[in-house]
């Protein structure tokens, strides 16, 4: 719907259809998370973070024993400068230190969505149809860039977010951990809801109440997977499909992912969720750039239906692409659940005959056409036909199959 700031107060307002994103820069340098629930006409400064002295939450300024980045609810938050929760990225300079303070410098608020660098996203045909705040922190011994994305859409209840780190520097800097989002809010009794399985039964639902200490689902298969899904939910303990507090996360992305979910010790949660950083190291050189896959987020406040609406609706109309997506399908038939290994040239057509009057259009030949692929435990892979299955090859099947 709209991105707003507001200089007095250092705030940023991002309004979707039905909730409201609140930010605020905290002393000129911290980016700090303030909210995100149902929507709010315009933001008038009536709340704001209380700080007081907690025992062992050290202080990133001596003189004041008030503030601590341990207690702080971020945006985007690093180790080393008193916050001893999961930091949702971990740099190693060229002389070894990983510790970088990325604080604010500028921002930044565009017509539209950039596009993401070789990775898969979300997508606008009009720059009418959202707006984007970039908020730029800046590590100035290191020199590392890091620019938080937020993307606002008018006609859609979401917000997508990626970050993208630049080396100002003239070393190397390596990116050892790099997720897309982190976000800080307090602990209501909340749930966490992941869809979980394995090949053939995937994505159950399973819940469990937030407890002190971290709560991940992970995938290190080289996939997202059959076991784990990228997605997670966290509710209200009353929330069901039509009624209570939803906030649903998403990650585009097919690979390794790790999505957590920390409950410190004054019950404040931090959701984060991006690429598995088991055995990554992103080698950043001299004026390179990294970017992070995206992720979208759902505010309901009408249960899982609604954000699971919410969901299909995006990716329906701005994730899948092409001449297909606002028409119904082409039909196809795969003959391995009719035949597995035990076809012919025959079999093969004669199951094509009785498909085509049904309306399908595309006959799909799947496993067992290789050279003497008699059962699972052989010839995978060896793409020379089987001459007693089809002894004209494929070509003459093809060819009958399209007659």
């Known amino acids: 719907m709209s991105i707003t700031y507001s200089p007095e107060h250092n705030v940023f307002h991002l309004k979707t259809i039905h909730s409201s994103y ?35 939450s050290p202080n990133p300024e001596s003189d004041d024993r008030t503030f601590s980045l341990d207690t702080l609810p971020q945006e985007y938050p690093g180790y080393g400068r008193t916050d001893f929760r999961s930091p949702a990225y971990t740099v190693q300079y060229q002389d070894g230190s990983r510790v970088a303070d990325l604080w604010y410098k500028e921002y930044r608020i565009i017509k539209g969505k950039p596009g993401l660098d070789k990775l898969p996203g979300t997508y606008i045909e009009n720059n009418q149809e959202a707006d984007t705040l970039e908020i730029i922190l800046f590590d100035p011994v290191g020199r590392l860039r890091c620019i938080l994305s937020y993307t606002v859409w008018n006609e859609l209840d979401v917000i997508t977010r990626n970050v993208r780190f630049i080396n100002d520097s003239e070393n190397c800097i390596s990116l050892l951990q790099t997720m897309s989002f982190s976000l800080d809010f307090p602990n209501k009794k909340y749930k966490l809801l992941q869809l979980s399985g394995a090949h053939c039964r995937e994505r159950h639902i399973y819940t469990r109440t937030l407890v002190p200490g971290m709560q991940s689902i992970e995938s290190r298969r080289g996939t997202s997977s059959h076991q784990q899904n990228p997605f997670i939910a966290i509710l209200s303990p009353d929330a069901d499909e039509d009624h209570g507090e939803v906030f649903g996360f998403n990650l585009v992305y097919s690979g390794n992912f790790l999505a957590q979910v920390e409950v410190d010790q004054f019950e404040m949660i931090r959701v984060m969720m991006g690429i598995n950083p088991l055995n990554f190291h992103w080698v950043l050189n001299p004026g390179e750039q990294f970017q992070t896959p995206e992720v979208v987020m759902v505010y309901s406040r009408n249960g899982l239906g609604d954000m699971s609406r919410t969901f299909h609706d995006l990716y329906r109309k701005r994730l899948c692409r092409g001449k297909y997506r606002d028409t119904v399908r082409p039909i196809l038939i795969n003959n391995w659940e009719g035949t597995y290994f035990d076809f012919n040239e025959d079999k093969l057509i004669a199951l094509a005959k009785e498909a085509a009057p049904l309306g399908i259009e595309l006959f799909v030949l799947d496993d067992g056409w290789f050279d003497n692929r008699k059962d699972d435990k052989r010839s995978l892979g060896d793409w020379f036909p089987d001459k007693l299955k089809l002894p004209g090859g494929l070509k003459t099947l093809a060819e009958e199959i399209n007659k």
């Open 22 to 56: 609140i930010i605020q820069i905290i002393r000129g340098k911290y980016v700090a998370h303030l909210g995100w629930y149902s929507i709010l006409q315009e933001w008038n400064g009536s709340y704001s973070l209380q700080f007081i002295d907690r025992s062992f």
